[in-house]
């Protein structure tokens, strides 16, 4: 039975080395997720995502990945890793991320049944049909909307404490350890998806 793994970093740079690292451990892309602020500006990140432009061809990476097939389908990154299939999204809440993996497709799912049914949508609402816990899917929320970024793993139990490891040595952030640094700001608890990006 899988597992899902979920840590909030800081930094674009630190998401991306963890999610480099458990491919190269054999964790397999299709069960990887990243959504990550475009802001990309928290305690000092120097760019954002949407700034990145690798090829050097003066458009950014992620409105190449979108225009590639920023569907649900596409943001999977298929062969060439998850990074690749990076895209951008508007998530209630959120505004614009850049996402790619299951927690993505998941969250547009999410926010299109909560319309239609009334059920919590987008990022909250993906972490929580992830098994992720009500409490920490508010605060995994909250951090993206304060510009983190957010890595999950579906991996099986034999693997969790490797993966656990992968995100420490990157400064991954549990939920545990991040909400009370938000209610200190004065946050309730509860994300909010008509709160302004802050």
Known sequence: MKRTITRLFD?????????RELEAMGVDSDDISIVASDRG?????????LDKDADGDGRSDAAEGAGKGATTGGLIGGGAGLLAGLGMLAIPGLGPVVAAGWLASTAVGAVVGAAAGGATGGLLGALKDAGVDDDDAHVYAEGVRRGGSLVAARVD???AMRVEQVFGRFNGSDAASRGPLYRQDGWNGRFDATDAAI
């Open 157 to 159: 139990e034999d693997d």
């Open 11 to 19: 930094t674009r740079g630190q998401a991306e080395s963890a999610v």
């Open 41 to 49: 500006e928290v305690r000092g990140e120097e760019r954002s995502f």
